[in-house]
């Protein structure tokens, strides 16, 4: 199991709401997972996995940068870490950020509650549901049909969650003001674009799969939004970010946070 959190832009949502269709029910994969299942439900099997090479255990493995805020916003070393930065945005579209601001005993308290939620009977699960017209909720992401094909995956999806919101906000800004130095923009543009834009929150578990090899956990994809922070709850890896042509795996540090550069950044 991997659960991470991942914030993104509302524009998925706001297409639900224009179209005025709500999520269809789809079956609880945790629940799925307790079955002990020796194969996946049709459903969740997809046809056209992407054929593409994976490293495998045996190479050495490329990882994605590693940012220090700390030595971007602060240390003698900053136009290299800018330059680093730089590099990131451009060649990886993700990085790893470290002293990054953010209270790691409240990290582990979101951390500890996420677990939690998940934890829970299905029954009080449910009391948090998605419901027609929105995606906010527990369930499943853009659900419209039986013959759909899913990922295997359950989220709870959220507008917000007051502390942990307001200092991923902050890291957010900071991050967006060195890109705008990067790029020789106004840092004051930059804020000006994205200071009071939407943030959500939400939460995904991955349940041990049967047949990992013929479905996908989330489907490969790339966000709307400016920026995606995403936490891992736990150690078990399962992100993969491609670069030339590759999955490379990414193995998240220890009180590290992994920033994805959104389609609108881009």
């Known amino acids: 199991m991997k659960t991470k959190v991942e914030r993104k832009s509302s524009m998925e949502e706001a297409k639900l709401r224009k179209l005025g269709r709500g999520p ?7 629940e799925l997972a307790k079955q002990q299942l020796a194969t996946i439900p049709p459903q969740y099997i997809q046809d056209n996995l992407e054929k593409t090479s994976y490293y ?3 190479m050495l493995l490329p990882q994605i940068p590693v940012i220090d805020m700390e030595q971007l916003l602060h240390g003698h070393d900053h136009d290299s870490e800018l330059d680093r930065l730089h590099f990131a ?5 993700f990085f790893q950020v470290v002293n990054r601001g953010v209270s790691i005993s409240l990290m582990e308290k ?3 509650e996420i677990q939690a939620f998940f934890d829970l009977p299905l029954e009080e699960k449910k009391k948090f549901e ?6 906010e909720g527990f369930g499943h992401d853009f659900v419209f049909s039986e013959e759909q094909k899913l990922d295997w995956i359950d989220l709870f999806y959220m507008d917000t969650l007051e502390a942990h919101s307001q200092e991923f906000k902050n890291l957010a800004i900071s991050i967006l003001n060195q890109m705008a130095k990067a790029l020789k923009m106004d840092e004051k543009e930059m804020r000006d ?4 834009g939407m943030q959500l929150l ?5 349940p041990p799969c049967p047949e990992p090899d013929r479905t996908y956990g989330l489907n490969p994809h790339s966000n709307t939004d400016a920026l995606t922070i995403l936490m ?9 970010v491609r670069k030339d042509n590759t999955w490379v795996p990414v193995k998240s540090l220890p009180n590290a946070l992994i920033v994805n550069i959104g389609d609108m950044m881009e």
Do not use: F
Not at 232 to 240: F, I, S, V
């Open 193 to 196: 674009l994205y200071t009071d």
């Open 89 to 93: 945005c451009k060649e990886w579209g």
């Open 56 to 58: 495998n255990s045996s």
């Open 202 to 206: 939400r939460m995904n578990y991955y």
């Open 110 to 112: 979101v951390k500890s």
């Open 130 to 135: 998605q419901q027609e017209g929105s995606i």
């Open 232 to 240: 891992h709850l736990n150690e078990t890896e399962g992100l993969q």
């Open 24 to 30: 269809s029910k789809a079956p609880n994969v945790q």
